[in-house]
């Protein structure tokens, strides 16, 4: 069976830090994939999604940026991170089935 | 452009009460539809999903949902809840596109809460 797995699943960074969060798929190959941020008492945000290797769409400009090295791991990272940055962020994937399925999630605060 | 609304933000019942949390779309063409639940610093689960068929879908944990195309409506229900259904609650829609993408919209959630 299929599964994501996000990590961390908490930190807490400091401002102008760097920021590095990993996600990958098992048991998939080639799916979508998505990374959402989540605000306080907000709904969700898409950041970035990937159809393949190398593949980035940003929806978002920010102070972020995304990678996919490989084909089932997406990597969400920030050079220098501001305090807006801090959020719940999910990954997520595609499946064969046209339905969206959700990671853990990994909380972030920014001081 | 496709786009979902769910009017509530917060949703108040009692335990052991019947539910329903809306859900309204905008979408060109058949929508596939979806709810999902979040707990507290939780991901989300997917409850249930409609892509076509009978319109009156079951998911997990007791919920259900109707698709309603005349209203553009595709509203959650469950008739008795339990203090565990506490949570966020999100619709979404989405649908296949050109080029490979496929991005679903998502509503803002509901938020229910459940006194006992």
């Known amino acids: 069976s299929q599964t994501i797995h996000q990590w961390p699943a908490t930190l807490v960074q400091p401002v102008g830090s760097p920021l590095s969060l990993e996600c990958t798929v098992e048991?998939?190959?080639?799916?979508?994939l998505y990374w959402y941020r989540q605000a306080a008492g907000r709904g969700l945000q898409l950041l970035f999604y990937?159809?393949?290797?190398?593949?980035i769409s940003s929806e978002v400009p920010q102070n972020l940026s995304a990678s996919r090295p490989q084909d089932r791991q997406f990597i969400l990272s920030s050079k220098k991170l501001l305090l807006s940055d801090s959020g719940f962020y999910l990954c997520?994937?595609?499946?064969?089935?046209?339905?969206?399925?959700f990671g853990e999630g990994s909380w972030l605060t920014v001081v | 452009a496709q786009s979902v609304t769910q009017p509530d933000i917060h949703i108040t019942v009692s335990e052991g009460a019947s539910l329903e949390l809306r859900c309204n779309y905008s979408?060109?063409?058949?929508?596939?539809l979806f709810w999902y639940v979040q707990s507290p610093g939780q991901g989300l689960q997917l409850l249930l999903k409609?892509?076509?068929?009978?319109?009156l879908v079951q998911g997990i944990k007791g919920f259900e949902a109707e698709f309603k195309r005349s209203q553009s409506s595709f509203n959650l229900r469950k008739p008795s809840v339990h203090w565990s259904d506490a949570a966020e609650y999100f619709c979404?829609?989405?649908?296949?596109?050109?080029?490979?993408?496929?991005?679903?919209?998502f509503g803002r959630g509901t938020s229910l809460i459940v006194h006992p």
């Open positions: 997520a994937w595609l499946n064969s089935g046209n339905t969206i399925y």
């Open positions: 048991g998939t190959s080639n799916p979508n």
């Open positions: 990937s159809v393949g290797i190398g593949q």
């Open positions: 979408y060109g063409a058949t929508p596939y």
């Open positions: 409609y892509f076509s068929g009978d319109t």
């Open positions: 979404a829609v989405g649908g296949p596109t050109m080029g490979g993408s496929y991005i679903p919209t």
